[in-house]
């Protein structure tokens, strides 16, 4: 049993949102407040799901089908939700977790174009009841992820490389997901500075734990 003033959160971005850097002020946030929790990622978060997170990011000689990568990313999920989220929740820790289901809506669904039917039939399989309790969306244009991908260097990973039209179709679907259940979502502009997206992020987090 999970109890229900344990949170599970999951804070979502493009590429170049500063999603690490928020993720660092929000793990200080707890931190400083004492609160129990667990931090992991997706896709990842336990050994077997690490693994399978180096099969999608990397590239291969042959293409991956968009709905492999879909099965894959579950797999992956399916593993951490047993082995690390729903344990963390049970033991009565908040769970943070750098992306969840919301990044296959917007990345499978959207961007591979796969539809949200697939997605949503796998997350009912998969995840039964479990739901975030919160998802922070670090929200920037496209054309500026990507002059700050480009400004980061290094070499991009198999999503890193697709084009604006299908970063465009994730962000919209964030957007869009957003909209629908705006309880459940806190969408915040990360085009701004720094400063300032940290005073969102802490007005957001103070809210929760009210
Ligand atoms: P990261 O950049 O946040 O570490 O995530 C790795 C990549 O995985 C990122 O480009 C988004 C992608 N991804 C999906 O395509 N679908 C998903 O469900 C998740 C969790 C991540």
């Known amino acids: 049993m999970i109890n229900s003033s344990v949170k599970f959160l999951t804070i979502e ?5 500063g999603k690490s850097t928020n993720l660092n002020y929000v793990i200080d ?35 991956l089908a968009p709905l492999a990568e879909l099965m894959l990313i579950f797999a992956a999920r ?9 344990p963390a929740l049970e033991a009565g820790q908040w769970v943070i977790c750098d992306r969840f289901t919301d990044a296959t809506y917007a990345y499978q669904g959207e961007g591979r174009q796969l539809g949200g039917e697939k997605v949503e039939l796998l997350e009912r399989f998969v995840q039964q009841d479990l739901q975030p309790d919160l998802t922070i969306i670090l929200d920037v244009p496209v ?17 890193e490389v697709e084009g604006s039209d299908f970063f465009q179709r994730v962000r919209d679907a964030y957007h869009q997901r957003a909209s629908e259940a705006p309880e459940r979502y ?3 502009d990360a ?5 300032q997206v940290n005073t969102e992020l802490q007005n957001i987090l103070e809210q929760l734990l009210d």
């Open 29 to 63: 946030f707890f931190q400083q407040r004492g609160i129990p929790f667990t931090a992991t990622r997706e896709p990842g978060g336990t050994e077997i799901s690490e693994k399978i997170r180096h099969l999608l990011l990397e590239h291969h000689n042959e293409s």
């Open 186 to 188: 806190a969408l915040i």
């Open 78 to 86: 399916a593993q951490h939700i047993s082995k690390v989220i729903r």
């Open 143 to 159: 054309a500026l992820s990507a002059a700050r991908v480009e400004q980061r260097g290094g070499e991009l990973d198999r999503f």
């Open 13 to 17: 971005g493009m590429e170049g949102a």
């Open 191 to 195: 085009s701004q500075s720094l400063a």
